[in-house]
């Protein structure tokens, strides 16, 4: 089973900054990672797909990246509506896995 | 527009049983591995089954295993998740989403188990 280590749990950032949440797996995964956010009473949007590409219709403020095992979901120029919970998903293999998540408070 | 829906929650006591329901609309659903996933409260989530688009291929967590029956209908646009053998531990939000990249998700139904 992979493991995936989401860090940080929670983060508090100021409208217009950058924020980095990174996703650790436990083995190669190829690219096979997606990002998603999350909000109280909304369905889970998707954000970025395949490690690093952007789902249409999200904005580009939102990117993602791999370098290896790791994986970074970048939030740019932040903006209040970016508040929520952020997870990553290993859709290489059986059993898929989760991320812990990483709250997102905007001050 | 792409959308799935989820229904059948509620309260249970351990042992018990629920069926749960995803009604899809939108896509040619009978083209899509379907999955669940379940998210306790103030927790993560956790993948819980999927199928494929046939149904000849079937997967679930070890947490479920022999106690979950995931299935679908595709003449109705439909999935289902039979849940025997409730235990509190399955206590959460169930969501149904589609495809192997779960690119679109419902917004889940509630399911409680207690006593």
């Known amino acids: 089973e992979t493991t995936l280590t989401q860090s940080p749990a929670f983060m508090s950032a100021t409208p217009g900054d950058t924020v980095h949440i990174s996703c650790k797996a436990s083995q190669d995964i190829d690219d096979d990672v997606n990002w998603y956010q999350q909000k109280p009473g909304e369905a889970v949007i998707f954000l970025i797909q395949?490690?690093?590409t952007l789902v249409p219709g999200v904005p580009p403020r939102f990117s993602g990246s791999r370098f290896g095992t790791d994986f970074t979901l970048t939030i740019s120029h932040l903006e209040s509506e970016d508040a929520a919970f952020y997870f990553c998903?290993?859709?290489?293999?059986?059993?898929?896995?989760f991320g812990q998540g990483t709250k997102l408070e905007i001050k | 527009e792409v959308q799935v829906a989820e229904s059948g929650g509620g309260l249970v006591k351990p042992g018990g049983s629920l069926r749960l329901s995803c009604a899809a609309s939108g896509f040619t659903f009978r083209t899509f591995t379907m999955n669940w996933v379940r998210q306790a409260p103030g927790k993560g989530l956790e993948w819980v089954s999927s199928?494929?688009?046939?149904?000849?291929?079937?997967y679930y967590a070890d947490s479920v295993k022999g106690r979950f029956t995931i299935s679908r209908d595709n003449s109705e646009n439909s999935l289902f998740l039979q849940m025997n053998s409730l235990r509190v531990e399955d206590t959460g939000v169930y969501y149904c989403?589609?495809?192997?990249?779960?690119?679109?998700w419902g917004q889940g139904t509630l399911v409680s188990v207690s006593s």
């Open positions: 989403a589609r495809d192997s990249i779960l690119d679109f």
């Open positions: 998903l290993q859709h290489d293999n059986f059993p898929y896995t």
């Open positions: 199928i494929s688009p046939s149904g000849n291929y079937i």
């Open positions: 395949e490690a690093s």
